[in-house]
């Protein structure tokens, strides 16, 4: 199977979630929707973007609200089953030194019914495909403590995609990867033409690459739309603390934005 055309698309939902840490409310009833798109999560550090996305792949429960993966509640539903709908690229993911790349991008097989091994021809293919979609495949050998921290998260999304989910949760996909290697992955992301969350720093990838945007700040959600309706001089201001020029990037047409501090204007 090709990772770019074998999962159907599934519609997601976070409907009114809040989330409670430590006594603490974190996420305060916030709403999204994506199905079939690239949905950017961006705010501040600390406006709770991961922990909106903790509660897509079931690591936090939310204290009201609810999460659906094709009108299914995730939380209402065997873990296993859940995870054959969404993958998950974390910052905190574990790295697996200890093994080669093969065998790590082999553990997203593990939702299957597999562990360790690809042991059927859909799993070999799988695994496979999921290593030649990210540009790995010639380290298929190599153990994962001798890759560099970028090559180490290509491995992570060719194990996420050797699920072969509907859902694809991407937190700061971006990090440790150089310009060359963040284009080609958020590239790779469209192609695959499913249902994506994914939050980045950098907002000039998410106006880029992401089809809509949705900006979080204290928890809550505060606006949603296209990358030109959302990435507003008034709304950075306000939400980042910075002055933005709104411009055309000359090479691809898209929206770009121009940065200074707030106090050099």
């Known amino acids: 199977m090709n990772p770019e055309t074998s999962a159907a698309t599934v519609p997601l939902h976070v ?13 305060r009833e916030a709403s999204l929707s994506a199905d079939g798109d690239v949905l950017g999560l961006v705010g501040p550090n600390g ?23 094709g009108g299914r509640d995730v939380w209402g539903i065997p873990a296993r089953e859940a995870a054959r709908i969404t993958a998950a690229l ?21 939702p299957h019914g597999r562990l360790l091994s690809a042991d059927t021809v859909a799993d070999r293919a799988a695994v496979q495909n999921a290593m030649k979609a990210v540009g790995v495949e010639a380290y298929a050998d190599r153990g994962v403590a001798t890759l560099s921290g970028g090559e180490r998260q290509r491995v992570q999304l060719a194990r996420a995609l050797a699920q072969e989910p509907s859902i694809l949760v991407l937190d700061e996909p971006t ?15 469209r192609r695959l033409r499913r249902t994506t969350l994914v939050t980045l720093h950098d907002l000039n990838l998410a106006a880029a690459y992401c089809d809509r945007i949705v900006v979080i700040e204290h928890g809550a959600v505060i606006a949603a739309g296209t990358p030109e309706n959302v990435f507003t001089s008034t709304l950075l201001l306000e939400v980042f603390g910075v002055h933005a020029a709104v411009l055309s990037n000359p090479l691809t047409g898209r929206l770009q934005l121009a940065f200074t501090e707030r106090n050099n204007l």
């Open 15 to 27: 409907e009114a979630v809040s989330v409670d840490i430590a006594g603490h409310r974190i996420l």
């Open 175 to 189: 990090n440790h990867l150089d310009v060359q290697h963040q284009l080609e992955l958020l590239s790779l992301v």
């Open 90 to 110: 974390v910052q905190d993911a574990p790295s697996d030194l200890e093994l080669t790349v093969a065998e790590c991008v082999a553990t997203g097989r593990v």
């Open 47 to 69: 406006s709770g973007k991961s922990t909106l996305l903790r509660t897509v792949y079931r690591m936090l429960h939310p204290a009201s609200g609810r999460v659906t993966a």
